[in-house]
Each structure stands twice: as structure tokens, then as C-alpha cells.
């Protein structure tokens, strides 16, 4: 997704976006999907009437207090909608996984090359400053501010092909160590439920999430080839834990006790940097290296320049045979969570929507913010990608695109040539020949070697 979310439906109006949302939701059965995902009535209105309601309050200008509470207007009664969050059997991870499956499944259809696919993890602050008996709530640290808050971290899974940004996955975590944590998990909650399983993971480390959502997300049939992190998650182990299923490309921390061995020697990543012959000037890739990991396995670390005290930062990539400049634009890609983030609890009221002390309420909103984003995503995409138009206009207009090229291509070629004849004493025959062999090859690379040169005007 770009770096400014565009978003479609601020330019018509509120009745307008409604519609359009009761559109998508008729589409995609979101009442089959609540009701696969176990999500069913339990008292009060429906399912679907009670999610609908909390769906569309971000596209009111509302929270939950004046949208549904204090609303006497709406069906939907304020005790069926906190029974309908609070509930720990409703399995909202699975709701997550099939609504975001059938999205990018939709999205990947207009994609022309999958390796522009990536998988992403970061985390952010899920700040609940101002509570003091929410479940769970504990002490973490905000690297933004760097400073410490009152709250969880959101620690998320997404999907991106660089124009659409999709979450996949998340889990609300706790803190690991119970001196950091303000309250401790519900002891009436049975430990045979979702809500129970999701407690356990918020007081689980971090790293120890990355593999079973990895994990997760290729079962569902994403066909990324690599996933992007920042380098909070680039310790060694967790490297190494990833590749058993998935290339990894990530930003390196010049961590004491984290070596790479390079040329028989282990060093720590600045001394690795200050080993290797550098490039002059305004280089886009001051040195590369390829590495041996601590279990056995090579990677190729690249120095880029920055603005920063030391003058560099380091990518990692497992797959070493992968160019620089490649390991480099995808790794940009990581940018799109940013924006996921920063549209969440900007827009779509991740925190300031509802003030839930059930945990099992706050992994219900989470997952409903999910799902406004990923909807809105596609819309994002269906509305700038004319290829969503119909499969008969994406053949077109790639035949168009790669004749276009073509007659580019020779056009060009033709051109340089005249000022080769002009500086040699070539002949007509050998300049021929020469725009002969350049234009097969490019045929041939480009699929086209069946096909007359008289259909491409060559």
C-alpha cells in the first residue's frame, strides 16, 4: 500500500459507504463466516446485526458509548453487544483468517508477478494508559516515545504486494515477566476456550509467535517467498527458526554476543563491516558479504548508507543468491505496516473506540479493525486497479503494455544505431544484424519467440 492511505470513501457519503460496506459484507457471508468462525447468538440480536452495528461506528464518528449505549435509535441492545465481545469461545482468529483469506485471494488475481508478494511482522503499542483493571494490562516499553506505558503490544502478521496491505494475524501481548504485568488473567475463565489459549500467548515472548503465524498464513494459501522485519526480531534463533519454512530478509542489530562467520573468522556485525573493502561515493550498497549463520546456514548481510552516527545499516537476506538491489526494495516494503498502524488507531479507533476490561473484548475489537481495514484495502484497490475491471481487460491491456515495449525497444535500438554507423564504418548488413540479434533476444525473453517479427513491426 502506498505510504498515504487514499482512502476511497472519504469522497462520498456516510449513507454511501454504508451501503457500499452492506455490498462486501453480502459478498464475502459475513454471518457464515462468524458462524464457521463459532461466533453464533447467544442472546439479543443476531450475530450479524450486532457486528454490523460495531463495524460501522469508526464510519459514524462514534464510539461504543454513543453509538450503541446511549443510541436509542439502533436495534441493537448495549447488553447483547458487550456479551457478544466478552464471550471467550468465539474464535475471532479464525474469522481473521477467512475473511482476509478470501480477500487476498481477490487481490492476487490482478497480480501479474507473485514474487512482488511479502509477508511482514512488527508490533506497536496498544496504549491503555488511563486504565487500571483491564486484564492483563501491563508495563511495556514504547520505542517511538522510548519510553514505558500503561498497555499491550500488538504484535502483527500482514501481507503486501507493495500497493495493498493486508492483516493476517495478531496477538495482543502482555509482558513475559509478571513483575511488568498490572493484572494477571482471569481465574473464572475455562482453559478449554479460545479467550483462554489467547491469554496464554499475551504473556508468551514475542519470538516465540513469529513461526505458528508464519505458519498460519502459508496454510492458508499465501504464496509469499519471503518475510520483511524490522530488527527487533533479528536475533539469530529467530532467523534460523523462520528459514525452516520461509526466506527471511530483515534489518540486523550490531548485538555483542551476535556473530556471523565470515572467511573462517566469527565477528560481530561492525567488525564485519570494518573487514570488508568499501564502495566510493554515492553508492547505493556500501559492501555485501556472504555469511554462515550460527546453524550452519548461508545468508548475505548488505551495508547500506544512512544518516545515522556510524553511517550504515545492515539487511539481511537467507537468500544470499538474491541481487542487493532486490534485497533493498523489498525490504522497503516494510513501510506498509507503518501505514496499517498508523490508520488503525488514527481512523479506524483502535484504542480510543472502547473502554473493555475483558481481554477477550479487546481481541473482538482488534480482530473488527482488522476487518475494516482489509475491506477498505480492497475497495482502495478495485477503485485505482483497472485490471479489477474484468479479465477480458487485463488480457488486453497486457498485450498492449508488451507491444508497446517492443515498439519502444526498437525504436531505440534503430536510433543508436544511426549514431553507431555515424562514429564506424559499419555496413548496412552488419547494423542489420545487429538490431537482428537484440531483437530476437528480446522476443525470446519476453515469450514472444513464436510469433512473426512482422507482427511487432521488427
Known sequence: MNTTFNDPLNQITNSEQLGV???????????????????????????LAIFTALFNLAFCNKNLYQGIVRNKEIAVDKDAVYNFLNTPTFNWRRFTFHLSRRIYFIIRGLLDDSSEEVLIFDDSTYS???????????????????KFIKGFRMLTLGWSD??????????????????NRYNEINSEIDKRTCGYHRRQEAVTKSTAHLVPMVKRALAMGVQARYVVMDNWFSM?????????????????????????EYQGKKLRLSDLYRKLKKKRGRAKVKAHAVVS????????????????????????????????????RLYGKRWDIEVFFKMCKEHLKLVKEVQIRNYDGLIAH??????????????????????????LFRACNDEMTNLSFMVSLERIMRLALVKIRRLFDFTERMVQEMLDQVMGQALKYFGFSNRPKEFLGV
Open 21 to 47: 460496506l452492506n455490498e462486501y459484507f453480502a459478498k464475502f457471508k459475513i454471518g457464515t463466516l462468524l458462524n464457521q468462525s463459532g461466533i453464533t447468538k447467544t442472546k439479543g440480536a443476531s450475530p
Open 128 to 146: 491503555r494508559n488511563r486504565s487500571k483493571k483491564v486484564e492483563l494490562l501491563s508495563r511495556v516499553f514504547d520505542h517511538t516515545n522510548m
Open 162 to 179: 507493495g500497493n495493498s496491505f493486508l492483516g493476517l494475524d495478531f496477538a495482543l501481548l502482555s509482558s513475559a515477566e509478571k513483575k
Open 236 to 260: 539469530p534463533s529467530a532467523i534460523a527458526s523462520l528459514r525452516e519454512h520461509i526466506q527471511v530478509i530483515c534489518m540486523l542489530r550490531d548485538h555483542p554476543k551476535w556473530y556471523y
Open 293 to 328: 549463520l550460527p546453524n550452519g546456514k548461508r545468508a548475505k548481510i548488505v551495508f547500506v548508507p544512512c544518516n545515522t552516527n556510524r553511517g550504515w545499516l545492515a539487511l539481511l537476506s537467507t537468500d544470499w543468491a538474491l541481487p542487493n538491489e532486490e534485497i533493498i
Open 366 to 391: 482488534t480482530s473488527l479493525v482488522f476487518a475494516r481495514y482489509n475491506l477498505l484495502s480492497l475497495y482502495q484497490r478495485q477503485c485505482m486497479d483497472q485490471r479489477s475491471f474484468g479479465d
